[in-house]
């Protein structure tokens, strides 16, 4: 339990469990850096949810309870201050959080490296790499909203990476709370075993307190800021439910884990130490999902959301951790990494954040073997270069605190590295490992964009060559055809953030033209192909010959390429064969049709010829070049369009007009909810149809409809779509084909 105590008249200070008041930064028996704690008594936590859940809010209350900050903002504060986690002033200005930031901080003599990431699927990039490197994490939920489009996201990232997590039903104070409904959304939507620990004492405005199910105590938070605990009885008229809930608790368990299941089938009681044991055993084997409630804004659940982390999140030495090993052949196999907290075995480190500031480029990096100190040599295993340690820092938002040493376990930031994100770090020269990299997902909108004046090209170089180190999820190319830069993302929003922060941190402005989307070209049917490819003007000539079949693939696959060697005997010499495979790729990076990607196809080399001195590797390159001309001349071909999973949340009043929407924007309805005069539309709808929708739900439900979206799947798109794309590619590429075309019609 915490006491409250002051240090002035204004600022509330905090003295620990443990004795004496934080002083930051620690010294060197509490510094998770100076390998001062042992691996039991390290957290590393990611905080993830849907947009508006709450995480800085709850991040905010952890770093105040904890000591490490005098002082709460709020994320959308009128004093100017903001969430510290929120460093950046575009999200202290929009409220929203846009980058994944870092701290850490201690708990019951306990340290706890916390990742706050965003929740906008625009930058889910941001929760991929930090539930890569986390041990556990909390999964925010809005009492009100429950189980949301990101939600799911974040769900079926938390489960890519096999995270361990609970669940925090955050909002409880909010008008139409009510966390057993978002209970059984988990159940039902999210597939996961998960059952209260905790129960709210009141709800919106009347909530005062909660009850722990496993303790079975009623646990109310008193003092201006909450700080002061008090456990008392649970109140009589919860004690039926409470009971009720506490054998729900245990029946969940009993499913899935095998000595809670022995006690049950025997009609034992666990004591309270055995259904804390049961409780961490499941949720280590991530089997069960523990439910906790509070409010973060009203102050109220956070302390025993720290105890639970404590005591049911996995320490670094109880997540097994892999890597890669190339051998001497060259062949790869999966190695454990040594999570003891000395330099016993040699360092590894993943760098899984690049952020460039004003000392040069930050390298965040999660320390998984080994130990580091300022100053030793370390290696990048992909690029076999060797760099020293001029910095090593540990991070509290957007301040660093150096630190002489790190071990495993740690997360910390390097200075004044050269590398990419994924990128693996060891001292040991002649170690050819690296870590298993995060999912990056592809971009799903395009927009040109170039630079508002002439003279600022040399900014913009420099702001797109930083963000796209970054941020694996924007990209920015040149369109040789087109004569424009195209910048690649998750989102409008994602790509309006980065033109903003072009203007605000290089003086750069740039102008961004319409958003194009990425279609695909694919096949209908199977088509056949036998290409010659022949040259011959005097000494050397070249020669290649190619027989198959192009075949589209599954309508499952349809974003994935293929190529099948089927080859038989010498017909088409071996070697060759990586040659006609670059040449059908290249073929499918520019379709014929209307100069999009080529996706959902398997190419079938079969048979073909070769010549003794006339073929080469560019004859077989060219060859599958012609064999892919040819197929598209002889085949019946398609656009593939991106469809997106659209979540459209707003008065039930205005369910008519958004129904409309979606009917004109050629969506599919796939599901509708009602809650408390509120009702939810779940939709499939074409990206090319989802442009400037937020304007019009905005305008149509007079400011209160809400929408996410994120990527489902590709799907064929309209005839009329289809006919339209056609024609623009065939205006740029053959002006006088299309005007003929258009004098026809």
Not at 69 to 79: A, L, P, W
Not at 276 to 286: D, T
Not at 532 to 553: F, N, R, T, W
Request: glycine share 8%.
């Amino acid at each position: 339990m915490l006491l409250l105590c002051r240090a002035s008249a204004t600022l509330p200070r905090l003295r620990p469990a443990w004795g004496a008041a934080l002083k930051w930064p620690l010294p060197a028996c509490y510094s998770t850096a100076a390998g001062g704690l042992p691996l039991e008594r390290i957290r590393n936590i990611g905080i993830s949810a849907h947009i508006d859940s709450g995480k800085t809010t709850l991040t905010e209350r952890i770093l105040f309870y904890t000591g490490r900050i005098e002082e709460m903002h709020e994320v959308r504060g009128k004093d100017g201050v903001g969430a510290v986690m929120d460093s950046m002033e575009l999200e202290r200005q929009r409220g929203i959080t846009i980058q994944s930031a870092a701290t850490y901080t201690m708990w019951k003599d306990h340290n706890i490296n916390i990742i706050d990431t965003p929740g906008h699927v625009d930058f889910t990039v941001e929760v991929e790499r930090a539930l890569r490197v986390l041990d556990g994490a909390v999964l925010v939920l809005c009492s009100v909203g429950g189980v949301q489009s990101q939600t799911l996201t974040v769900n079926r990232q938390i489960r890519r990476y096999n995270v361990p997590c609970l669940a925090f039903i955050n909002k409880l104070d909010r008008l139409g709370a009510n966390p057993y409904r978002v209970l059984n959304q988990m159940r039902s939507k999210l597939h996961r075993h998960a059952a209260f620990i905790q129960l709210p004492i009141g709800l919106e405005g009347e909530t005062r307190g909660l009850v722990d199910l496993v303790e079975q105590k009623a646990v109310y938070f008193e003092g201006d800021f909450g700080t002061q605990l008090r456990m008392d009885e649970i109140p009589k008229e919860m004690r039926v439910e409470s009971e009720e809930r506490r054998l729900e608790l245990i029946e969940h368990l009993s499913n899935v884990d095998d000595t809670i299941g022995e006690m049950f089938l025997e009609e034992k009681t666990p004591t309270i130490a055995e259904l804390h044991a049961g409780i961490r055993r499941a949720c280590l084997a991530r089997t069960f999902t523990p439910v906790l409630v509070g409010t973060a804004l009203k102050n109220k659940g956070v302390q025993p959301l720290l105890n639970c982390v404590l005591r049911y999140l996995p320490n670094p030495a109880e997540v097994e951790n892999y890597a890669l090993l190339q051998d001497a052949t060259g062949n790869e196999e999966r190695v454990l990494m040594h999570s003891a907290r000395d330099r016993s075995h040699p360092f590894v480190g993943l760098a899984f954040k690049l952020e460039a500031g004003k000392y040069g480029q930050l390298t965040y990096v999660r320390v998984y073997q080994g130990g580091l100190r300022r100053g030793e040599v370390i290696y990048n295993t992909r690029t076999k270069k060797k760099v020293k340690v001029p910095r090593l820092v540990q991070l509290h938002s957007n301040n660093m605190e150096d630190v002489p040493e790190v071990f495993a376990g740690d997360i910390c930031a390097l200075f004044g590295i050269d590398c990419a994100s994924g990128d693996t770090f060891t001292t040991e020269p002649k170690l050819a490992i690296s870590m298993e990299s995060m999912f990056v997902a592809d971009p799903v909108i395009s927009m040109a964009i170039k630079p508002k004046h002439g003279k600022d090209l040399d900014s913009f170089s420099k702001a797109v060559n930083r963000f796209t180190r970054e941020d694996p999820t924007y990209r920015i190319h040149w369109d040789s055809d087109n004569k424009e830069t195209i910048a690649s993302g998750m989102g409008e929003l994602h790509l309006e953030i980065y033109a903003q922060r072009m203007q605000r941190e290089y003086n750069c402005e740039v102008e961004m033209g319409k958003p194009k989307v990425s279609f695909r070209e694919t096949l209908t049917a199977p088509v056949e192909f036998d290409y010659k490819h022949k040259k011959q003007s005097g000494g050397a000539g070249q020669y290649g010959h190619v027989i198959g079949v192009l075949e589209p693939l599954p309508s499952e696959e349809n974003t994935q390429l293929e190529f099948s060697d089927e080859t038989m005997g010498t017909s088409v010499p071996k070697p060759f064969i990586p040659a006609i495979e670059k040449g059908f790729r290249d073929m499918c990076n520019k379709g014929m049709l209307t100069g999009h990607k080529v996706a959902g196809v398997r190419f079938r080399i079969q048979d073909g010829s070769s010549h003794m001195v006339d073929s080469n590797e560019i004859s077989f390159i060219l060859a599958a070049q012609g064999a892919m001309k040819q197929a598209y001349e002889d085949g019946v071909w398609t656009i593939l369009e991106p469809i997106m999973s659209v979540e459209i949340t707003a008065p039930e009043e205005f369910q008519g007009a958004v129904t409309s929407h979606m009917n004109k924007r050629h969506g599919i309805i796939t599901g509708t909810d009602a809650n408390q005069g509120w009702f939810t539309i779940y939709a499939q709808v074409p990206l090319n149809n989802m442009f400037g929708y937020s304007t019009e739900l905005r305008s149509s439900t007079q400011g209160k409809g809400e929408f996410a979206m994120e990527y489902a799947c590709y799907a064929p798109a309209r005839s009329e779509v289809v006919d339209d794309l056609i024609a623009q590619y065939e205006a740029l590429t053959q002006p006088a084909v299309a005007a003929k075309k258009k004098g026809r019609r």
